[in-house]
């Protein structure tokens, strides 16, 4: 008997969204195979990452045309054959997509055959994937208009796969937030739906360097650093740093704040003791240098970084959002919550941890103590294997 998971692209432990989510997710399943016996045999089903690849998305006119094409004529999205009859071997009985075209791909494929199977789904995104989709080309200027209607295509499959999908995955109830805001309709489908939570999880985050080794490399002469990993824009909260960032610079000489993420679309912070990396191989490294770690999102999912901010033992002050409320609520001190536009509660809360060494040891304390207890990737993996069984049971697909 077994639980599916498909995805039709390749998993990596330094990705966000699903692919991140997967791939701990994939390692605390194999961790925990031979120890665990309850529940259906799971299979991760997803594509290999070749040497090379490029997945860089193409943010075209042609493109803009093609994809609002593409999900307007919602009644054809179904998935090839070969890719259904992948999904359904091995005698599956229930299965469990992580995008929206993916999901309403196999929903309106099992349909045209006439088979009826439960269909999971877990969405990712921090806000309505049809405005986050559809941002990609406005952030690059195309015409408004013509976004606008991709936008609203995108929607119109994103409300039918939440609406035709038969059970909801997500890691807390505020992860869903960032939906009730941003996609119309989510919550008057919600009152209806069969809603299930399972926390994330990552592998611990570890550096091969001491926090004096990666201050050198780095060439960092200041005392204390502040960290934000992440895309450079509104939803990521990108903005609000910057704006906290100009003043906790200006009070502190001995202050240094580093950037890693890619840079785009709003401007890059500009300041002669803001240290911008892009995109970097190695997050270990930079919160092995941070004293604090801030996530100040607009609207967030279960941002995989705070886990592994706190798998490090870096203190971490965030905005009261999504899957930050959730971690805040069982991490004691490990987490500091601001309230969203509340920029002076932002930079008292920074300026309290760096500037009290006995509030940084605690909340380092504390953040390790949850990951230990809530985060790793065999306690993710056994939590996720008890709600498949506990889905199997409801839903009689052992009999």
Known sequence: MIHKISYWFYVDLRSGGPSGYLANLHVGLTNTQLEEKIGPTIWLDCEPRLDGQ??????????????????????????????????????????????????????????????????????????????EFADKWSDEGH???????????????????????????????????????????????????????????????????????SRNRLQIKQ????????????????????????????????????????????????????????????????????????????????????LEAMSAGIPVVASATGGNIDARMISNSAIALFERGDISKFIAQVEAVLNDDALRQRMSRDALNSYRQNYTPEIFASNYRALINKIWLDYGLYY
């Open 54 to 131: 490029n997945t860089d998305m193409n943010i075209s006119a042609d493109s803009l045309r093609n994809h609002t094409s593409w999900f307007g004529n919602i009644d054809d999205i179904a998935l090839p054959k070969h890719h259904l009859d992948r999904a359904l071997s091995g005698g599956a009985r229930s299965l469990h997509c992580h995008t929206v075209p993916d999901c309403l791909m196999t929903i309106q494929s099992l349909a045209s055959r006439n088979l009826r199977l439960p269909v999971l789904f877990s969405s990712h995104s921090p806000e309505a994937y049809s405005k």
């Open 143 to 213: 015409d408004t208009d013509k976004v606008d209607e991709l936008r609203k295509a995108v929607q119109a499959v994103e409300l039918r796969t939440f609406e035709r999908s038969d059970v909801w995955i997500f890691p807390c109830a505020e992860a869903m937030d960032g939906y009730e805001e941003t996609l119309p309709g989510f919550s008057i489908l919600r009152q209806y739906k069969d809603v299930r939570f399972v926390r994330s999880g990552v592998v611990r985050l570890e550096s091969s360097v001491t926090r004096q080794e």
């Open 223 to 306: 005392s204390k650093v502040v960290l934000y990993i992440g895309r450079h824009n509104t939803t990521k909260g990108y903005d609000a740093f910057c704006e906290a960032a100009y003043c906790l610079l200006d009070r502190d000489s001995d202050l240094l704040v580093l950037v890693a993420g890619r840079p785009g679309p709003l401007p890059t912070l500009s300041h002669p003791r803001c240290l911008e990396l892009g995109w970097h191989p190695d997050p270990g490294s930079l919160l092995q240098a941070a004293d604090v770690f801030v996530l100040p999102n607009q609207m967030t999912y279960y941002d995989l970084v705070l």
